[in-house]
């Protein structure tokens, strides 16, 4: 059973930049591929990134592109979300994900583990 737990979330003027971390415990780190989805008011959760086993790989949801980079240090069993040109949009409790396949990332319903989830909140 793996445990995550995420911080750094906070509000943040429009422009502004954000890291996000999650920390896991209670598995093999290396074992599993990392992301971070979010939820909006109102809308479904939705994918932003999603980092390998071992970092190599990467993948973005395009409305995040060029933005956003996900990073992990498996020696401290944390993955990372830097966020940086914070829009409104892009407001939302921002969960982190484990699972074995960063293909599974894509795929709807997401069958991984979760985190309690951590608030952004982007002023205009």
């Known amino acids: 059973q793996v445990q995550l737990v995420e911080s750094g979330g906070g509000l943040v003027q429009a422009g502004g930049s954000l890291r996000l971390s999650c920390a896991a415990s209670?598995?093999?780190?290396?074992?599993?591929?990392m992301g971070w989805f979010r939820q909006a008011p109102g809308k479904d959760r939705e994918f932003v990134a999603a980092?390998?086993?071992?970092?190599?790989?990467?993948d973005y949801a395009d409305s995040v592109k060029g933005r956003f980079t996900i990073f992990r240090d498996n020696a401290k069993n944390t993955v990372y979300l830097e966020m940086n040109s914070l829009q409104p949009q892009d407001t939302a409790v921002y969960y982190c994900?484990?699972?074995?396949?960063?293909?599974?990332?894509?795929?709807?319903?997401?069958?991984?583990?979760w985190g309690q989830g951590t608030q952004v909140t982007v002023s205009s």
């Open positions: 209670g598995g093999t780190f290396e074992d599993y591929a």
């Open positions: 994900a484990a699972h074995q396949s960063t293909r599974k990332f894509r795929t709807l319903p997401f069958d991984g583990y």
């Open positions: 980092i390998s086993r071992r970092g190599g790989i990467t």
